[in-house]
């Protein structure tokens, strides 16, 4: 069946440090979101990605969507102790696009 | 008030007990999901309605049943609770094709 698969699942680093998480889909899809869970939160709409090749920055969150539609990758920059959390992608089921499937998330911690 | 209001917040619950966890949403949404968080295994959908008039089940429904009262009211109902139902429940809505709105979940033990 459709798959979302997101690598790694879990990242360490340091503040200030780079981070970036990667997304990959079974199946082409018409777009990708992405979610970010704060620890004993809730999961939080970040952006969603429609066209192929584009690119959406969020202060110093960048999204990437890939030309064939079938990855993406959220990177962060130079990390902060409030970027802590659970990032996920997801995307539409294939012939039911109001339904997502959701990746199983990178949890990311950053040492102060 | 939150766009999403989940209750309860936190329930430990016995085996084989009916449990209802409801939820209710003011962002006038059509859409709205009941997903089930599991460490390692990400969000998975147990049941989603588009419109009041409208069920249907997701990847993991065996176990649990659900009711749409409303355009803002979905709840979900676990007839005889066991312990590997034990999770973060969220529910959600969304309008299409938007991103989701979450509520802050509920986390039930069965014990």
């Known amino acids: 069946g459709q798959q979302v698969m997101q690598i790694p699942q879990y990242q360490h680093v340091q503040e200030g440090e780079d981070f970036t998480t990667y997304c990959n889909s079974s199946?082409?899809?018409?777009?990708i979101q992405w979610y970010k869970q704060r620890p004993g939160g809730h999961p939080v709409f970040l952006i969603q990605?429609?066209?192929?090749?584009e690119v959406k920055k969020q202060k110093r969150l960048t999204f990437q969507f890939g030309e064939a539609k079938k990855n993406s990758s959220l990177h962060i920059t130079a990390t902060q102790t409030t970027d802590v959390g659970t990032y996920f992608c997801?995307?539409?089921?294939?012939?039911?696009?109001?339904?997502?499937?959701f990746g199983q998330g990178t949890t990311l911690q950053v040492k102060p | 008030d939150a766009d999403v209001t989940q209750t309860p917040r936190n329930r430990i619950t016995k085996t084989g007990k009916r449990i209802m966890l409801e939820c209710s949403q003011t962002?006038?949404?059509?859409?709205m999901y009941w997903y089930r968080q599991d460490p390692g295994l990400g969000l998975r959908l147990i049941y989603y309605?588009?419109?009041?008039?409208?069920?249907n089940k997701g990847e993991i429904s065996d176990g649990y049943s659900v009711s749409r009262q409303a355009q803002a009211k979905f709840s979900l109902s676990l007839e005889s609770a066991i312990p590997n139902q034990t999770a973060l429940y969220f529910c959600?809505?969304?309008?299409?094709?938007?991103?989701?709105?979450f509520g802050s979940g509920t986390r039930l033990t069965v014990v």
């Open positions: 959600a809505t969304s309008d299409f094709p938007g991103g989701y709105t």
């Open positions: 199946t082409t899809l018409s777009n």
């Open positions: 990605l429609v066209k192929s090749g």
């Open positions: 997801a995307g539409p089921s294939i012939g039911n696009t109001g339904k997502l499937i």
């Open positions: 962002k006038g949404h059509d859409r």
């Open positions: 309605s588009f419109d009041v008039k409208d069920i």
